[in-house]
């Protein structure tokens, strides 16, 4: 951890500076992989399971007895958070719908948008070290008011070639049926593709390693589209004098434990609170499970000492965070100035973990300073927007000349023509 | 022009395949002229200018002055079409903005979104044979009204070092006050990293080449947005006997006057209407100054004889077209079965052109099959959407097992802990 103070410092951007992964070198190999799934598809599956997931399978598609063995797994706690949590996430994207509306831009000229489901989606859900069926969750509710009508989930089974039960009762009470267990770059090149099992789909969401985000950005060029760029994962936090350590502490850690590569960063106008948090953060990574991967992230961690909320605001503006935790009186007043970040946590009482599971906003959210430019996952992002436009026989008499005009001044009299025949014939 | 007749057909991918573009050739070159601009700023793009413009400039912002030539050098013709266009295309945008809406998930659990303009973005107008200024309106419109505070035009001047006047007209009644006579690749780099004369924005809009485009995809992975992956502009018809033959030849002329690469097809469930088509084609193709253009697009143009509307609508639907015209009877209720498209133009008098220019809504579309997931350009595309919480004492007691339990199931001990030290100090 590297304790900044502002005054001492000129160059925010170097500070701020993420580190850059270059992708170049796992590049060949991810586009032979997606390649060879795509020639051989089910066949191509099967060979990169037994090689990076050590398992063998003859069918990918998980069956209704594994859907029943997971419910049965799961522990009636865990069933009621997932209930509250699937409840709260439902309800903040419901409201996310937008109505269709028609406008008359001129007499006889009408327009409108249609909001209109994405047909096929492909989910990915990571395995690895932690199961992420909250991922599901955030991908899967959002899809389902979207109203999608093809929805494939891919998860990497574990050696015993099953999914984590989590996974599966989550995907169940989404009514997700096709879920398949493939993992990694196949995962992404049968989605795309599709092969004898798994069907082609036109958007790709989740997150992944940098196996998974390099193959994300290559299908791309084959006219499929995925939900965001991705990077690792990110939490700055502001935290003023009145702030409690133990909390600020708790939030670094929790965002720490994520990964290695894990960004995090707290910005304070208290000398006394950092000094506090640090204390802090010493005594609560002992106690943590993941102490080995908290440790390596928080050596990249640093600590910025600012003058006051309005500079720290400044900084964290030009940071964009993935998520960001205002832990200071006037929170909500404050929060007002947030103009580049993913997910914004206010008060002393909203950890990110509340935003992460279960209080209603998306988890899936933009890193590496995307924030800048892209907001979360939201049901907007399972649409996609049609206009349309009609003319009246008058509506095309009042436009037409316009419409003429500026054909010829771009040159394009076959455009204007096809205004000026209409015209004629009226 | 090729004719299909359905019933004869069994793979619609196979027919409907669009040419696939390799941009590997180019992809080294792109890459050296963005490191370029990167490492050496104005000087590279002085370079380039020379190189590729055949110009040499020694301030790129356009002046006053210019401003003030180019507004004389207009026809009041084109003045009023643009005010009509600029008004219509307004009212349509207007509407699309979302107001910020509050909800409680649970009590004392407050979730909301709040749309921010993208602080920084950049618009790249493509010179070359046809000045687009109506591509400038089409970008500068959303732009202003999602908020952005600063936008930033790049354009590629002519030989005499100008830009096309309409463009500065067009630039001048959006306000858009920082118009740079940049072009090419060194635009787009000068937009992503910054100069000592062009700022760096967070997000480029905007049509172009196959080297734009390549630019566009390469400085994305250094944290800058863009609007949409592009390809050749398509136009598919579909048109039943009662059409008119010289509207539906007129419409695809059109879009094959573009470029020789534009994709144009037909389909109808009338052959008398097809074989129509064909010699009015011939007939206004020898009218067309761009007809050397015109004739090579339509080498590739397909039509396609199907036995009735719903079969066309599942082509129509397989295909994705960017730009759809439905030239029949009741083209509104059959529009409502369009669930992959960029635009659509509903029966006779609905021309292509009245979108391209001034019907109110959008040019800017997806392309290349992305219709089955991409929007066209709208004041979204100008925003991202925050996402807040704020949790009261209360509300974290309602919600923390919930968070507790799942991030346990998760393997997320520090998760847990930010959540059960709060719990524990109430």
Redesign the interface.
Known sequence: METIKYSKILDWGTILKRP?YD?TGIEKKVRAILKDVRQNGDAAIRKYSMKYDHVELDNFLVKKEEFDLARKAILP??K???E??T??VR??HK??S?PQ?I?E??PG?S?W?RP?A??RVGLYVPGG??????SLLMMGIPARIAGCSEIVVCSPPGADGKLNP?ILYVAETLELKKIYKIGGVQAIGAMAYGTESVPSV??IFGPGNQFITCAKQLI??????IDM?AGPSELAVFADKFA?E??VA??L??Q???GRDSQVILVTDSAGLAKRTKIQIQI?LD????KKI?TKALRACKIIIVKNPDQALQILNLYAPEHLILNCRN??EL?RS?????????????????????????HT??T?????????L?V?SF???????????S??ES?G???????E???????????R??LA?L
Chains 1, 2 share one sequence.
């Not at 002393?348 to 209080?359: I, K, M, N, Q, R």
């Not at 590496?368 to 979360?376: I, T």
């Open positions: 850059s992708a706690a865990l009621q958070a997932i509250t949590a409840g709260n309800k903040f409201i996310q937008v509306r406008i831009t001129m000229v327009c948008q209109v994405i047909q070290g932690a199961p992420l069926f909250s989590a036109f958007k791309q060029r084959d006219g499929i589209s760029p409690d133990r909390f708790s939030d850690l929790s720490a434990e994520h609560q106690k943590l499970p993941r908290a929170a909500a929060g947030v103009v580049n970040a993913g997910s914004v946590f206010l008060g002393g009482y909203s950890p990110e973990s509340v935003g992460d599971y279960a209080s209603g906003t998306n959210l933009p590496n300073g995307f924030a800048r430019s892209w907001s979360g939201s907007d649409l996609k927007k049609i206009s349309f436009q009609r003319l009246s026989k509506g095309l436009l000349a316009s419409v003429i005009a500026m054909a001044a771009e040159g394009l009299q076959g455009h204007a023509e096809s205004v025949l209409r014939s």
